[in-house]
């Protein structure tokens, strides 16, 4: 998704938003650009493909300033090229924008009609446009930003300079995030879509609210709400290592984070897990009064999700489903005030988790919300929050973090089921014991590396595969198979393994590897029943089983034996070797793992 950088300060300008992209650059893009307020006037350079190119042009055609803006652009209006990069420019007005206007159509339409001219397919140049015109009447270039905004419907966030207020720098959200981060020599500040773009300058930031415009002068930042009036907004201390966000001697973001899942895990429990038991931050919530469960998310965090439906159920003994979250927000739910929303998010910013959570809160459901990314939007808006503390995750497809929303999960099935009392404290000891052991058994099985990147390479030219998986280990198999389509971009379907006679079952044949994901309890004999169907159609097998499911393969079938754990977490364990195998099949086809093609860490528009 696109990524925002601005600064204004004594330092030269472009190196400074060059190294604040570079950070961004995990979140996937197309093409990059920056805005410089030179000797000479605005200054605009672009380039289609990875930053580097962009620096190529800067290299050969340098420009120096101490104000501009940088942007990388994720195609949603308008194909990827250098004409619809950002920075778009009317006059002397330089605009960026993560977001989507949804009415742009219809203003530039009209703009065309009055004589304007657009360059570019984007929805962006639209705000260019009408800044400019404002500015003519507006007494300053945050007010022509808020009349400009006031016109346009949609989510975004932006950042805006102009020729004739060259020591102005203005940044305004709706439904997309952006920071101000506050510099160590006075008159510095950098403006940014997401943390990691700021750590390597400053860690005192401002988290910017829905709906507000910030005008950066040398004297200050002055924040406005949409109705120009003036708000307080704190600074807050950013205590993120930036260290941490690099690669820590792995060869990809994505390794580095899958092996991190041991201490993930433990940062999680930390303070949650007391000598007396489960402490949950339960704040302003009334579990008691909850009689239903929804939860929402898209992708992986959707996968986690449906294991924590069953965990509810199964020790809370309350009905729980889990919607995927751009289906549940144009559906007309049933929700009340003894409903209890959970939102499940990475980034704390998925425009469609987020319009889930807001419908489920307008209609009077308490709101918790599961996300890693600290002052993400979620995160402010939810009753309350349930952090992941799985440390920044850079990587495009999740790992640690499906980990740690699994773990806040059990615990927040855990509570209900206290409050409830359906769980008596044995049980609930059990389950303690069983969570406390996970970084161990995580250790264990992240030891069966170099076996799995044996099997990726065995595999790793099949075109299609399935994975199967029963129960708790369903949600499991439909995430194995995200996970290898997402950096591999090989097809890939997940299934219930119940479900493969009723159809998939007609793809099978040699070239097509049925994965099967298997353990003691989850109906385990079923699933060899399933495994024996794919065999007769001669398809290859993978069994990914603990002891008792590995029992089941066939001689000729592929075998990783993981640890045997308590039954709770082993759907956790037994998603670990399937994140190895997508891992190294891709990285055995040569495919970019961190940044996959067309996908974007944080998916803020619909
Ligand atoms: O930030 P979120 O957890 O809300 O993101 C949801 C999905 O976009 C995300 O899980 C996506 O499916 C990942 N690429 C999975 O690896």
């Not at 009064?289 to 159920?313: N, P, Y």
């Not at 799995?452 to 099949?462: P, S």
Request: include cysteine; charged fraction near 25%; charge should be neutral.
């Amino acid at each position: 998704m696109c990524g925002i950088v601005g600064y204004m300060g004594p330092r030269p300008a472009v190196p400074v938003v060059i190294e604040g992209l570079r950070r961004l650059q995990y979140r996937g893009y197309d093409s990059a650009g920056v805005a410089v307020h030179t000797d000479g006037g605005l200054c605009i350079v672009r380039a289609t493909g990875k930053l580097i190119e962009l620096e190529k042009k800067l290299d050969a055609e340098p420009l120096s300033g101490h104000l501009a803006l940088g942007h990388t652009r994720w195609a949603t209006h308008g194909r990827p090229s250098e004409t619809n990069a950002h920075p778009h420019r009317t006059g002397g007005v330089a605009v960026i924008h993560n977001g989507i206007f949804e009415n742009a159509e219809q203003i530039k339409a009209r703009l065309t009609g009055n004589g304007s001219r657009f360059h570019s397919e984007t929805d962006t140049e639209v705000l260019a446009h009408l800044v400019h015109s404002s500015l003519r009447t507006a007494k300053n270039l945050a007010e022509a930003v808020r009349k400009s905004l006031q016109k346009l419907k949609g989510s975004y966030a932006v950042a805006v300079m102009s020729e004739s207020t060259p020591g102005t720098l203005v940044g305004a959200r709706s439904g997309a995030p952006l920071i101000v981060g506050i510099g160590e020599v006075p008159g510095e500040y950098i403006l940014a879509s997401d943390l990691p773009a700021l750590l390597p300058f400053t860690r005192r930031v401002i988290f910017l609210d829905d709906g507000d415009i910030a005008e950066i002068t040398p004297k200050g930042i002055t924040v406005t709400t949409m109705d120009g009036k003036k708000v307080r907004r704190a600074v807050t201390q950013v205590e993120m290592d930036p260290v941490s966000a690099e690669k820590g001697g792995y060869k990809h973001f994505m390794l580095k984070e899958i092996h991190e899942q041991p201490v993930a895990v433990s940062d999680a429990l930390t303070g949650r897990l007391t000598a007396r038991g489960l402490s949950f931050p339960a704040g302003k919530l009334d579990l008691q009064k909850i009689d239903r469960v929804i939860i929402l998310g898209c992708g992986t965090s959707w996968h986690a999700a449906q294991i924590g439906r069953q965990w509810i159920e199964q020790l809370a003994r309350l009905p729980a489903s889990a919607e995927v979250a751009s289906e549940f927000r144009y559906r007309d739910p049933v929700v009340s005030k003894s409903t209890l929303a959970i939102a499940v998010s990475q980034s704390g910013e998925t425009a469609d988790t987020l319009q889930a959570l807001r419908l489920a809160s307008e209609r009077g459901a308490q709101t918790l919300a599961i996300v890693n990314a600290l002052g993400s939007t979620m995160t402010r808006e939810a009753d309350e929050t349930l952090l992941m503390h799985a440390g920044p995750e850079i990587g495009v497809a999740s790992t640690k973090c499906f980990t740690n929303a699994l773990v806040c999960l059990l615990l927040a099935a855990m509570e209900l089921a206290r409050i409830r009392r359906k769980l008596a404290p044995v049980g609930q000891q059990r389950i303690l014991r069983e969570l406390k052991h996970l970084p161990v058994w995580l250790e264990k099985v992240l030891r069966l590396e170099s076996e799995i990147e044996k099997l990726a390479i065995r595999h790793r030219e099949a075109r299609n595969f399935l994975f199967l998986g029963r129960g708790d280990l369903a949600p499991v198999a439909l995430e194995g198979a995200l996970k290898l389509k997402e950096v591999s971009y090989i097809h890939a379907e997940g299934y219930p393994a119940g479900e493969m006679k009723h159809g998939p079952i007609a793809m099978l044949d040699r070239s097509f590897p049925v994965v099967s994901i298997m353990r003691k309890g989850a109906q385990l004999d079923k699933t060899a029943s399933n495994l024996a169907e794919v065999r007769a159609r001669e398809a290859p097998v993978i069994v990914i089983a603990d002891r008792a499911g590995a029992k089941l393969a066939a001689s000729g079938d592929d075998l990783i034996t993981v640890p045997d754990t308590g039954d709770l977490v082993a759907p956790i364990i037994l998603s670990v070797p399937l994140q190895l195998f997508a891992y190294h099949v891709a990285v055995h086809n040569g495919c970019d793992v961190d940044q996959p093609r067309n996908l974007a860490k944080s998916v803020t528009v619909e």
